[in-house]
Each structure stands twice: as C-alpha cells, then as structure tokens.
C-alpha cells in the first residue's frame, strides 16, 4: 500500500496545545511518528539567568501553563538548598495541601482534555467545572487563579486565610461526592474501555528504558513516586498510597490519575488534620541585596506528570547562573510518544497523545 | 471490574439540575479578598522611593515626576507609573512598598479604545475623587481604569511576609545598671556579622541621602559594609564627611528619620554602620589614602575646631590650601569635645578623627584663644580667607530669683569631660528638656555614683514642655528613664530657694499652661495658683547656648549682619557680610548639629575655594 506522510498539528484540531507529530501511515495504520516540539519555546531558562532570585519567581510559574505550582516548588526548593533557608513545618504542611490541591486541579484539567477528545463531552465539563472549584480556593489563598507565585523560598507567600481549611474540606467534599457520577458515565463506561484498552501499549521495560515517569510508568506495574522516595514538604507526615495498574495501556493511565485525585483527596484530609500552627513565612533576605554563595543543586518532585526536576547554579551573584528543567512531558512527548504510536490508527493519535498526558509548555520551555 | 453501556445515562438527571454557568453580566462573580488586580497608591503615604520600580521583573513601573507635588526629607514628588501592558500582576511591588502605600484591588476590568490608557499612574479615592464607585452605582459594563470600585482592597501588604526586614539587628549595649557606674561607653556597637545583617537591610532608595544635610552617599557606603569592605566604605564617607568616629557616635541622623523602613518598622541603623565603618578601619591613613592637593599658595584660618572648622580645613586642605585652625580647647573636636558625654563620645574617638585630619597637613593651634592670644584682625591681615565655626559656647541661664547659686550646663559638662569633675549634690535638679539637659543629668547621676557610692541619692529635671514636646530625643529619653533620671515635665522654675547660709534647699516651680503661642514661637504661660516646691541641694541649668563673637572687634562686629533668628547671615558661598570671613555651623544654621556643620562647611570651603580663585565679587 502507498505510504503516506501527514502532518497532526499544530492546526490540526485534534491537537492539545502547541505542538506538532508528522505520521507516515499506510491506510490508517501508523508506520512511523515523529514529534517536532518548538512551537513553544519562550527561553524561560535563558531569562532565569537575567533576573534576580525574587524576581525568577513571576516567571517559573509561567513554564508550565496547566499546572504552575510545582514549578514554583522546584525553584523554591532549589533556592532553599543553594542559599540554605530552612522552610517551617507549617509552611511544609501548607506547600503539601497546595500541591495536592494543584494535582487535583490538574488531573481534573488532564481528565477533561482526554474525555473532550474520546467525544465525552459530559464528563468533560464536570470536570471542567471541579477544577473551576479549586481554582476558586487558589484565587482565595494566592490572590491569582491560574499563576498564583505563592510558593516562596522559607515558606509560602501569605497563610490561609479564616476559615480557609473548612472550605477546602467542603470543596473537596463537593467534588468527591460526584465521583460515582463520574465511574458510571466515565471510568466504568464500556465505550471508554473499547477506546482505551490496548491502545498505546508500553511494556514495564521500555516504559523504564525510555524514561517514562508518573501515571505512564505507574501504568506499566512500576511503583514509584518521588513523594515516597524522596519525601520533600510534609510528604512523610502521612500515610498514603501509590495507585499502581499494570496494563501499561492508555486505559490503565487513565485510570491511575483518576486513583491518584482520589488518594490526594484523601491526603489532604489527613494534612489538614495534621496541620500545625506556627509561622508560615522565614523572611527571606532584602531582595536587592540577595546574592547567593556559589554553588549548584538538582532538586526533584512529584509533579502530577511525573518527576520534575530543577538543576539551578549560582555563581555567588544575584541572578542565576544556569537553570535547566527536567519536565515529564519531555520524554513522553519525544521518545516515549513515537514508540507509543506505532501501528496504532490515525484516529487514536489525540487518544495516546493526552493519556500520556503531554503539556507542550513542558517540552519546549 | 463491571462496564456499562447502560449506566452512562445516569447522567441525564443533570438535565434537571440548575446550571452552573453565570449568566455574565447580569449574575457577578466576586473575586476573592485576596485578588491581584489594579493598583491604587495612597499618594499621602507613598514615599517615592521607588522600590516597587526596582523589584518589577517586568519594567512595567517607571517613577514619574508629578511637578504638582513638592520634595521634601523623605519623600520625593515622583510616584509609580504601571504599564498594564507589561505588568503580570504578581504582586512583588506590593510586598517589597515599605509604606504599604501601592495596594492591589479586585478591579480587573478596562475595556478602552485607547492604548494609552493602559499606562497608567494609579492614585486612590482621596486623590482621585469621581473614579470610584460604591456597589450600587458601580455597573460593570462601564468598568474600566476610571471607573471602579470603593473599598475594594485585595492583595495589599503585610509586614509579617514583607520582602524587606521591618527590624534592626539590636544594638548591644551596657545595662542600665552597671552603666550609670562609670563613663563607660554604653553603645557596645555592631560585630562584623552584625553589621553585614544590619547593612543587609537597605533598600538603596536613597531617600535617606537627601535628608542628610551633608548628603552623604549613604547607600553606597552601606553598601560597601554589606560587601564586607568597611574601607570602601569609609571612602565614601571621607568624601562628605572627615568626621565619621564623632558622627558615627552623636550624629542627629536625620537620615534615620527619611528612611523608608522607618514608616512602618524601624529605621535602618545607618548612625552606627557609619560608627562601624570608622571603628573597624585601624588605619585611616592608609584606607583612604587621601593627600592635600597641589599647593594653591593660598592661605586660611579656621576659627573654631568643632565639626565645621575641621571639615572646613580638611575640604581646603584637599584642595591644596595652608589652613590653620585655631580653637582655645586643649584638643579638637570643640563642643564635642566639651559637650557630649564620655559614655556617648569618648576623646579617643574625637582624636582618631582630628589627627587624620592633622595628618593631611592641617596646622592646629590650641589652647590658642583668639581675640586674646592671637587677634582676629592679625589673622584677617595675614590670611586669604577666615572662617569662623567658634559654635554656641555659653550657657544661657533662667535668670530667676538667686539664680547664680545654679550650676551652668555647658560648664559642668566640660568639667566632667575634660577637666576636673565638680562635687557634685545628693538631690541634683536640671533645668531643662533639650538633649543638653539630659546630657548632664545622665553625668550627675553616674557622678553621684562615684562620689556617693551605695548612698542614696537622685537626679530630677525640670523642664517647660510636657512629654510630647520635649526637645530632647526619643532615645535619649529612654536611656534616661532606663537610668532612672526623675522627669517633671510642664513645670517652670520660679525661685531658687536658698537658707540663712545661702546653700540651696530646692526650687520653687509653676506648672505650664503653654510653652509656645499661636504663632509657634517660644512665649510660656504658667498658672500663677498651681506651685511645687523640689527638695535638691544642686541646680544645674540647661536651658540653651548663646555664641560668644567677644574676639571680634567692634567696628568689625558692626559690619555684621544677622537674620531675624539671631543667625550671621552669610550668602550662597557661605561669605558673611564682611569679605573673606566665612561662617558655618550654630552660628549660621538652625539645626545646630554636627552633620549641618559639616554641610555647611562644605558650601564654605567651596565658596572660598571659588572666591580665591577669583570666580566670585568681593561682598
């Protein structure tokens, strides 16, 4: 049968964001994908190292537009270990809350991109909806709804505000309660499991070979999580689990996230149950003073992608000297992607690509 | 694991529900009390300083000039500018507005044709009344820049998570109560580490260098203390100022009073990093490496070796004169030496200052009084110019009923200091509320001390004004009362009271209706039925200085013209009405401080530098 070359994206409108794959199919069969990132790439790093520490802090947010939080924890964090600021443990506590808050909130805006592009456009809405919910608890805490630049090094920005833990307790009760609405209609819906079940396929080893992070190695039987491995904030605090599917199918990733909002949920309940008083905030020093010794330190998280890693170097001066991000998206959008798709339909492409849950943001930076 | 082709349709109950969808613009959705929107800036408040520009990672602030605002210590007439097409509303200008004046609002609307709009100067409902709207006439179809709401604060600053540190790196200090037990200097003064913190808090606005009357580059020599490089530092203090180990120690430090951490915490401590500077260089010499420039041929006297004469002499001296300075004191430093006490000022201090200035090749004559060991008139003759700092040198007195039985401030102070230490009295009264008064008081009690030892004995001061118009300074009325010094405030001296043998017995007051009249000026009233009567057996007066111009001739004296306030008037070159004499200090200014000394000496040595060099008209 005659090749042919097809170029999925930009335009295309079964794309998610910025980016683009070129396929050579034969019929509707995928020969060979090739990612072409780019379309996105604002220099972010090359800018860290024209601003003073504060002022990195507006613009890391900004990398990742679906989910800026743990950007500004990795640079908080990697600011922390170079200058040596130590975090009080309720500002570790109020970071954990956030963070899980923001893997919610993301997962919810994954799960209304992978159900918009399967064609169920009701869930898609609730869940547009739900994370509207926890936008909402951001504008309240940080003041922004998307950028909130609240995670600061020694602590956070502002502490809750009264009464603040309540309403997180009833929004989380909120969305929780729709959760049964959500498997009938979605998660034990037959038409998500004949769309999802053995498409874009990935084996425990070559998810590992790839390096494959988050949801996508946790699908394939691997339990790993940086929060366990490397517990950073209050992650020791409390007891949870890491939600583990073996199949290594789009439909198992899916079903991790939708696990994974569940045990967060649950975690922040417990967090909030455990939440000490005391400061939230270590003042950091005067900004237009602040030089740090040199001096170079990787940090990693658990982002709701998977590990997401900072490697920032000082000089001893007032600005960055390098800072290079370790982003999931990066070896799933480029390698992982290409693999994945192989002999997989032209019309799965949207299906493979979200439940691998790539952000272009991520990729290109 | 149970699929379903059939469960799916439970969703259709939600076809029942009540949306969630606002019906914008007829349903609002409030944003949070936190919201990041448009500024406003109290302009009462604002200080100018211009942090918020500098901390923008957007340049989107520029600090403009509003010519209808006028510039004054502390505060200059530029405010921010917001271009709301760079801005990120992050919110880093809020945390870092030392007066807490920029405040973010929830307004997020502007819709206007105009993109010159979105640059935008933003002031608040005082300032800017007729742009802002309670929430019964605010309608969001005309939102925009001109049209928002009342009381509408969100993202607004607060101290605890500011970015800058509302709180001085304490100062240590001699307790109170082995302090007042000897003239150890009770200011132990900063560490390195202390230092460097304290240095750390500046946020180089500057706002501080234009109250300063010297105008000292403060920032940059706080700076230097920063970098750890207290030589750099002392550099730039040299440049304005040859007296740092005396002005580090007593300055007034109106810069303190400008500093922008001062609005909403405390000050920076730029008087002791300066003390720091001075006492951490062991080698002036060789830190600043500073030499007289080449010979000019000209000759110049200096009378009076306070602040002002040695500045003078030492600017001069840079620029190449001869100078002589002629002072009656055995030392330099002339009220300072005399004046300040030894726990505040030790003589050490002074002569650290005075013999770098020595060492640049200024000549001192001592003990030297003019118009009795040197004439003013010979000087006149064999030199250029003549500048006169000869400062307030005696003591005024209250004038009451036996009133010389009382002790004279000025006196009693150079006695303890540099000569020999009166007896002095079980139960002492100071007469006055000014920082002379508490000067001697705080001397009396550690007097006592010595004199008296574990006897009981007390300090009282007497003085006009109530305790919110005392002239004395804030800190200086907290050491005392730390020293358990004894106030009366609002009391006036009427009588001292004395026995058959003349020795004193106490001093008869009348409480204070009013210490100034309408017009600001000093007029006291009393009330003539409410008296006091204070036990003491030594009264020491501490109620103000006069100058002492005896040295000048008469038919010189003439000649000269003073201001209204009992100044010598002297022009933009610091000439007075007689050509070639030249004034600086208490004599011409009205602060009367050391720092104003200095600055006026700078004008001076620069009017002489240009009157010599013939570019100015005799007078």
């Given at each position: 049968?005659?090749?042919?070359?097809?170029?999925?994206?930009?335009?295309?409108l079964?794309?998610?964001?910025?980016?683009?794959?070129t396929?050579?199919v034969e019929?509707?069969r995928?020969?060979?994908?090739?990612a072409?990132?780019?379309?996105?790439?604002?220099g972010f790093?090359?800018?860290?190292e024209?601003?003073?520490?504060i002022?990195?802090?507006?613009?890391v947010?900004?990398?990742n537009?679906?989910?800026p939080?743990?950007?500004?924890?990795?640079?908080a964090m990697?600011?922390?270990?170079?200058?040596?600021?130590?975090?009080?443990e309720?500002?570790?506590?109020?970071?954990?809350?956030?963070?899980?808050?923001?893997?919610?909130g993301?997962?919810?805006f994954?799960?209304?991109?992978?159900?918009?592009?399967?064609?169920f456009?009701?869930?898609?809405?609730?869940a547009?909806y739900h994370?509207?919910?926890?936008?909402?608890?951001?504008e309240?805490?940080?003041?922004?709804r998307?950028?909130?630049?609240?995670?600061?090094p020694?602590?956070?920005?502002?502490?809750?505000p009264?009464?603040?833990?309540d309403?997180?307790?009833s929004?989380?009760?909120?969305?929780?309660?729709?959760?049964?609405?959500?498997?009938?209609?979605?998660?034990?819906?037959?038409?998500f499991?004949?769309?999802?079940?053995?498409?874009?396929?990935?084996s425990?080893?070559?998810a590992?070979?790839?390096?494959?992070?988050g949801?996508?190695?946790?699908?394939?039987?691997?339990?790993?999580?940086?929060?366990?491995?490397?517990?950073?904030?209050?992650?020791?605090?409390?007891?949870?689990?890491i939600?583990?599917?073996?199949?290594?199918?789009?439909?198992?990733r899916?079903?991790v996230?939708?696990?994974?909002?569940?045990?967060?949920?649950h975690?922040?309940?417990?967090?909030?149950d455990?939440?000490?008083?005391?400061?939230?905030?270590?003042?950091?020093?005067?900004?237009?003073?602040?030089?740090?010794?040199?001096n170079?330190?990787?940090?990693?998280?658990?982002s709701?992608?998977g590990?997401l890693?900072?490697?920032?170097?000082?000089e001893g001066g007032?600005?960055?000297?390098?800072a290079?991000f370790?982003?999931?998206?990066?070896?799933?959008g480029?390698?992982?992607?290409?693999?994945?798709?192989?002999?997989?339909?032209?019309?799965?492409?949207g299906?493979?690509?979200?439940s691998?849950?790539?952000?272009?943001?991520?990729?290109d930076? | 694991?149970?699929?379903?082709?059939?469960k799916?349709?439970?969703?259709?109950?939600?076809?029942?529900a009540?949306p969630?969808t606002l019906?914008?613009?007829?349903?609002?959705?409030?944003?949070?009390?936190?919201?990041?929107?448009?500024?406003?800036?109290?302009?009462?408040?604002?200080?100018?300083?211009?942090?918020c520009?500098d901390?923008?990672?957007?340049?989107?602030?520029e600090?403009i000039?509003?010519?209808?605002?006028?510039?004054?210590?502390?505060?200059?007439n530029?405010?921010?500018r917001?271009?709301?097409?760079?801005?990120?509303?992050?919110?880093?200008?809020?945390?870092?507005?030392?007066?807490?004046?920029l405040k973010?609002?929830r307004d997020?609307?502007?819709?206007?044709?105009?993109?010159?709009?979105?640059?935008?100067?933003?002031k608040?409902?005082?300032?800017?009344?007729g742009?802002?709207?309670?929430?019964d006439?605010?309608?969001?179809?005309?939102?925009s820049?001109?049209?928002r709401?009342?009381?509408?604060?969100?993202?607004?600053?607060?101290?605890?998570?500011?970015?800058?540190?509302?709180?001085?790196?304490?100062?240590?200090?001699?307790?109170?109560?082995?302090?007042?037990?000897?003239?150890?200097?009770h200011?132990?003064?900063?560490?390195?580490?202390?230092?460097?913190?304290?240095?750390?808090?500046?946020?180089?606005?500057r706002l501080?260098?234009?109250?300063?009357p010297?105008?000292?580059?403060?920032?940059?020599y706080?700076?230097?203390?920063?970098?750890?490089k207290?030589?750099?530092?002392?550099k730039?203090?040299?440049?304005?100022?040859?007296?740092?180990?005396?002005?580090g120690?007593?300055?007034m430090?109106?810069c303190?009073?400008?500093?922008?951490l001062?609005i909403r915490?405390?000050?920076?401590?730029?008087?002791?990093?300066?003390?720091?500077?001075a006492?951490?260089?062991k080698d002036?010499k060789?830190?600043?490496?500073l030499?007289?420039?080449?010979?000019?041929?000209?000759?110049?006297a200096?009378?009076?070796?306070?602040?002002g004469?040695?500045?003078?002499?030492?600017f001069l001296?840079?620029?190449?004169?001869?100078?002589?300075?002629?002072?009656?004191l055995?030392?330099?430093?002339?009220?300072?030496?005399?004046?300040?006490?030894?726990?505040?000022?030790?003589?050490?201090s002074?002569?650290?200052?005075v013999?770098?200035i020595?060492?640049?090749?200024?000549?001192?004559?001592?003990?030297?009084?003019?118009?009795?060991?040197?004439?003013?008139?010979?000087?006149?003759?064999?030199?250029?110019?003549?500048?006169?700092?000869?400062?307030?040198?005696?003591?005024?007195?209250?004038?009451?009923?036996?009133?010389?039985?009382?002790?004279?401030a000025?006196a009693?102070?150079a006695?303890?200091?540099?000569?020999?230490?009166s007896?002095v009295g079980?139960?002492?009264?100071?007469i006055?509320?000014?920082?002379v008064?508490l000067?001697?008081?705080?001397?009396?009690i550690?007097?006592?001390h010595?004199?008296?030892?574990?006897?009981?004995?007390?300090v009282k001061?007497v003085?006009?004004?109530?305790?919110d118009?005392?002239?004395?300074?804030e800190?200086?009325?907290?050491?005392?009362?730390?020293?358990?010094?004894?106030f009366?405030?609002?009391w006036?001296?009427?009588?001292?009271?004395?026995?058959?043998?003349?020795?004193i017995?106490?001093l008869q007051?009348?409480k204070?209706?009013?210490v100034?009249?309408?017009?600001?000026?000093?007029a006291?009233?009393?009330?003539?039925?409410?008296e006091?009567?204070?036990?003491?057996?030594?009264?020491?007066?501490a109620?103000?200085?006069?100058?002492d111009f005896?040295?000048?001739?008469?038919?010189?004296?003439?000649?000269?013209?003073?201001?209204?306030?009992?100044?010598?008037?002297?022009?933009?070159?610091?000439?007075?009405?007689?050509s070639?004499v030249?004034?600086?200090?208490?004599?011409?200014?009205?602060?009367?401080?050391?720092?104003?000394?200095?600055a006026?000496?700078?004008?001076?040595?620069?009017?002489?530098?240009?009157?010599?060099a013939?570019?100015?008209?005799?007078?």
């Amino acid at each position: 049968m005659r090749e042919l070359e097809l170029y999925f994206g930009p335009q295309h409108l079964g794309m998610v964001g910025n980016f683009s794959i070129t396929l050579q199919v034969e019929g509707d069969r995928i020969v060979k994908a090739t990612a072409n990132p780019g379309f996105l790439h604002r220099g972010f790093e090359k800018l860290m190292e024209q601003r003073t520490w504060i002022q990195n802090f507006p613009l890391v947010c900004r990398i990742n537009v679906v989910e800026p939080d743990h950007m500004e924890l990795m640079y908080a964090m990697a600011v922390e270990k170079l200058a040596g600021i130590e975090v009080p443990e309720r500002a570790q506590f109020i970071r954990s809350i956030y963070l899980e808050l923001a893997r919610v909130g993301s997962h919810l805006f994954g799960l209304w991109a992978y159900a918009n592009m399967l064609g169920f456009d009701t869930v898609a809405n609730w869940a547009m909806y739900h994370r509207d919910l926890i936008l909402d608890l951001f504008e309240e805490l940080t003041g922004g709804r998307v950028y909130h630049i609240y995670l600061w090094p020694g602590g956070v920005r502002r502490d809750f505000p009264e009464g603040f833990e309540d309403r997180i307790r009833s929004t989380l009760h909120t969305i929780g309660s729709c959760v049964p609405d959500y498997d009938d209609t979605f998660f034990h819906n037959r038409l998500f499991y004949e769309r999802a079940h053995e498409v874009g396929k990935l084996s425990l080893e070559e998810a590992c070979r790839m390096g494959a992070v988050g949801q996508v190695l946790r699908a394939t039987g691997m339990k790993k999580d940086i929060r366990k491995t490397e517990p950073y904030a209050a992650y020791d605090q409390v007891d949870w689990e890491i939600p583990v599917r073996t199949d290594g199918d789009a439909y198992s990733r899916i079903w991790v996230v939708r696990d994974e909002m569940i045990e967060s949920v649950h975690m922040i309940f417990k967090l909030l149950d455990k939440l000490p008083k005391g400061e939230a905030y270590q003042r950091i020093p005067n900004p237009f003073k602040w030089k740090i010794p040199e001096n170079e330190v990787y940090v990693r998280c658990e982002s709701s992608r998977g590990e997401l890693g900072l490697y920032l170097v000082s000089e001893g001066g007032d600005k960055p000297c390098r800072a290079h991000f370790r982003t999931p998206s990066y070896s799933h959008g480029l390698t992982i992607l290409e693999k994945a798709l192989e002999n997989e339909s032209i019309a799965d492409v949207g299906n493979i690509m979200i439940s691998l849950y790539i952000t272009a943001p991520e990729i290109d930076r | 694991m149970s699929q379903s082709v059939l469960k799916p349709f439970k969703a259709i109950k939600y076809l029942f529900a009540t949306p969630k969808t606002l019906r914008y613009p007829f349903e609002l959705k409030e944003p949070a009390l936190r919201y990041r929107g448009f500024h406003v800036n109290d302009w009462e408040t604002c200080t100018g300083c211009g942090n918020c520009a500098d901390i923008c990672p957007n340049q989107a602030i520029e600090m403009i000039e509003i010519p209808e605002l006028v510039s004054e210590p502390g505060k200059t007439n530029k405010r921010p500018r917001i271009d709301y097409g760079r801005c990120c509303f992050c919110g880093l200008c809020i945390d870092i507005c030392p007066p807490g004046s920029l405040k973010l609002t929830r307004d997020y609307f502007h819709i206007h044709f105009d993109p010159e709009t979105f640059v935008f100067v933003p002031k608040d409902e005082q300032t800017e009344p007729g742009k802002y709207f309670p929430s019964d006439e605010y309608s969001v179809l005309k939102a925009s820049l001109s049209h928002r709401r009342k009381d509408y604060d969100g993202f607004v600053s607060d101290l605890k998570y500011s970015l800058f540190d509302p709180e001085r790196v304490p100062m240590p200090v001699v307790p109170p109560e082995e302090r007042i037990l000897s003239f150890i200097e009770h200011i132990i003064g900063y560490d390195r580490e202390e230092a460097r913190k304290e240095a750390a808090r500046c946020l180089e606005c500057r706002l501080c260098e234009e109250a300063c009357p010297a105008h000292l580059k403060i920032s940059d020599y706080i700076h230097a203390i920063f970098e750890d490089k207290p030589e750099e530092s002392l550099k730039k203090i040299y440049e304005d100022n040859p007296i740092p180990s005396i002005c580090g120690r007593v300055c007034m430090a109106h810069c303190e009073k400008a500093c922008s951490l001062s609005i909403r915490g405390e000050a920076l401590s730029i008087r002791w990093l300066k003390r720091y500077a001075a006492d951490t260089v062991k080698d002036f010499k060789t830190a600043l490496e500073l030499h007289p420039g080449p010979p000019t041929g000209k000759k110049v006297a200096v009378i009076g070796a306070g602040p002002g004469g040695l500045s003078v002499a030492y600017f001069l001296r840079l620029n190449g004169y001869e100078v002589k300075v002629y002072d009656a004191l055995p030392g330099g430093g002339g009220t300072m030496r005399t004046g300040p006490p030894a726990y505040r000022l030790p003589l050490e201090s002074i002569d650290r200052d005075v013999d770098y200035i020595c060492s640049l090749g200024v000549e001192f004559f001592f003990n030297t009084r003019v118009g009795k060991d040197v004439l003013f008139e010979d000087l006149l003759k064999e030199n250029d110019a003549v500048f006169l700092g000869t400062g307030y040198t005696r003591s005024r007195s209250t004038q009451v009923k036996n009133y010389e039985k009382c002790e004279l401030a000025l006196a009693f102070l150079a006695d303890t200091k540099i000569g020999k230490p009166s007896k002095v009295g079980r139960e002492i009264i100071v007469i006055g509320g000014g920082n002379v008064a508490l000067d001697v008081a705080r001397e009396a009690i550690r007097l006592q001390h010595i004199q008296y030892p574990g006897e009981k004995t007390v300090v009282k001061t007497v003085s006009l004004e109530d305790w919110d118009e005392m002239p004395a300074t804030e800190e200086e009325i907290r050491e005392a009362r730390e020293e358990h010094i004894q106030f009366h405030p609002a009391w006036g001296p009427k009588e001292v009271v004395v026995d058959e043998s003349g020795k004193i017995t106490g001093l008869q007051c009348r409480k204070v209706k009013s210490v100034f009249n309408e017009q600001g000026r000093f007029a006291p009233t009393f009330h003539e039925d409410k008296e006091m009567f204070m036990e003491g057996d030594m009264i020491i007066e501490a109620i103000g200085q006069v100058p002492d111009f005896s040295f000048i001739p008469e038919a010189l004296f003439n000649k000269l013209e003073f201001t209204e306030r009992k100044k010598l008037r002297v022009d933009e070159n610091g000439m007075t009405s007689i050509s070639r004499v030249f004034a600086g200090g208490d004599i011409v200014n009205t602060n009367m401080d050391a720092v104003t000394a200095i600055a006026d000496a700078k004008i001076a040595a620069q009017g002489i530098s240009r009157y010599l060099a013939g570019e100015t008209v005799s007078a």
